[in-house]
């Protein structure tokens, strides 16, 4: 027989258990919309960058992140979107042989595990680009990110509430040469590698998870849609900005839209990386983003903010709040009061 305090301990941690997975939204796709425990939804989303830096290496606090969850929560935003490979090169998730950092991966599972407590979904952008050895030149090849991506697949199975971006901004950010591909890889080769190989073998490893790959504004809208249609990527994730980037939001929905009108099945169109803060100051301009793409039938929007910078680490105790521009912040209590 259990002794009384282990039954005690036992009982207090299935109890928590069953408490998170009650409160955890799932997410899904219903057509071209994101569900949230099976209910249509528009999902705005708040870059965190390096979020996982929010939680101390003990372990032992989530103080922190979690003010910083409420903060979103208040503002209405439903999810944040973490690089759990950044611009920290001992802190990346992955390191230059394709292996998981044990506490790195600690992090972010608890992370992951504070987001859906708060009823908040994590967009996972992974990164091959970012993951450099002690020259600062990038070390990660195609085959080892793979395996790393599979590793985090089976790590994370279970966790309704995530997405993946398997690259951000892949047809830029492609891995360092290797024997096959000795003059580097062309974004066609990248972008085939990723469709063909990596995204059956996450999809093997958990057939639940959605899954997207992410585009520059640099790249014409028919290969965009084409590539998703062709490997069946859950999601379509653009991003957008320059001048007058607020302006073509409804150009670009009613494109994809005709696109999609005319090869199905539908997708969640994700405007995952919009113009930020300091490169467009108008709050204006976010507010007028937003609408439009609501009104123009995306699926979800990120409020893509000036945090990404590295004079604003969030391995500080600065409440998230603090490290936002004036603007950004009017632009939160905004969509706090339902302007758009």
């Given at each position: 027989?259990?002794?009384?305090?282990?039954?005690?301990?036992?009982?207090?941690?299935?109890?928590?258990?069953?408490?998170?997975?009650?409160?955890?939204?799932?997410?899904?796709?219903?057509?071209?919309?994101?569900?949230?425990?099976?209910?249509?939804?528009?999902?705005?989303?708040?870059?965190?960058?390096?979020?996982?830096?929010?939680?101390?290496?003990?372990?032992?606090?989530?103080?922190?992140?979690?003010?910083?969850?409420?903060?979103?929560?208040?503002?209405?935003?439903?999810?944040v979107?973490?690089?759990?490979?950044?611009q920290?090169?001992?802190?990346?998730?992955?390191?230059?042989?394709?292996?998981?950092?044990?506490?790195?991966?600690?992090?972010?599972?608890?992370?992951?595990?504070?987001?859906?407590?708060?009823?908040?979904?994590?967009?996972?952008?992974?990164?091959?680009?970012?993951?450099?050895?002690?020259?600062?030149?990038?070390?990660?090849?195609?085959?080892?990110?793979k395996?790393?991506?599979?590793?985090?697949?089976?790590?994370?199975?279970?966790?309704?509430?995530?997405?993946?971006?398997?690259?951000?901004?892949?047809?830029?950010?492609?891995?360092?040469?290797?024997?096959?591909?000795?003059?580097?890889?062309?974004?066609?080769?990248?972008?085939?590698?990723?469709?063909?190989?990596?995204?059956?073998?996450?999809?093997?490893?958990?057939?639940?998870?959605?899954?997207?790959?992410?585009?520059?504004?640099?790249?014409?809208?028919?290969?965009?849609?084409?590539?998703?249609?062709?490997?069946?990527?859950?999601?379509?994730?653009?991003?957008?900005?320059?001048?007058?980037?607020?302006?073509?939001?409804t150009?670009?929905?009613?494109?994809?839209?005709e696109?999609?009108?005319?090869r199905s099945?539908?997708?969640?169109?994700?405007?995952?990386?919009p113009?930020?803060?300091?490169?467009?100051?108008?709050?204006?301009?976010?507010?007028?983003?937003?609408?439009?793409?609501?009104?123009?039938?995306?699926?979800?929007?990120?409020?893509?903010?000036?945090?990404?910078?590295?004079?604003?680490?969030?391995?500080?105790?600065?409440?998230?709040?603090?490290?936002?521009?004036?603007?950004?912040?009017?632009?939160?209590?905004?969509?706090?009061?339902?302007?758009f």
């Open positions: 027989m259990m002794p009384p305090r282990l039954a005690e301990l036992a009982a207090a941690a299935l109890l928590s258990s069953w408490t998170v997975a009650a409160a955890a939204q799932s997410l899904g796709i219903e057509g071209n919309q994101f569900t949230v425990d099976g209910r249509r939804a528009f999902l705005t989303f708040v870059s965190y960058f390096d979020g996982v830096r929010r939680i101390p290496d003990d372990l032992v606090s989530t103080a922190i992140l979690d003010a910083d969850l409420d903060y979103f929560v208040s503002k209405g935003v439903a999810g979107r973490v690089f759990p490979n950044w920290f090169r001992s802190e990346t998730l992955m390191d230059c042989d394709g292996m998981l950092r044990p506490r790195q991966l600690a992090k972010l599972k608890k992370l992951v595990d504070r987001a859906a407590a708060k009823r908040l979904v994590v967009d996972l952008s992974f990164t091959i680009d970012v993951v450099k050895n002690t020259d600062d030149k990038q070390c990660l090849s195609a085959a080892d990110y395996q790393a991506l599979e590793t985090i697949t089976t790590a994370l199975v279970g966790k309704m509430n995530v997405l993946f971006d398997l690259q951000n901004e892949h047809d830029k950010n492609r891995p360092r040469p290797d024997e096959m591909h000795k003059p580097g890889w062309t974004p066609e080769q990248w972008t085939d590698y990723l469709g063909t190989v990596v995204l059956p073998a996450v999809k093997a490893r958990d057939r639940t998870r959605l899954v997207t790959v992410s585009w520059t504004s640099d790249a014409a809208l028919e290969k965009v849609f084409s590539n998703v249609q062709s490997h069946n990527y859950d999601v379509l994730a653009y991003h957008h900005r320059g001048a007058g980037w607020q302006t073509k939001t150009t670009y929905l009613s494109a994809l839209g696109l999609f009108a005319h099945p539908a997708r969640p169109i994700y405007l995952q990386e113009n930020r803060f300091p490169f467009d100051t108008a709050e204006e301009h976010y507010a007028a983003a937003i609408a439009s793409a609501k009104r123009s039938g995306a699926a979800a929007w990120t409020f893509h903010n000036s945090v990404v910078e590295k004079t604003k680490p969030l391995n500080s105790a600065m409440p998230f709040e603090q490290l936002l521009e004036p603007g950004e912040r009017a632009f939160l209590d905004r969509l706090a009061a339902g302007d």
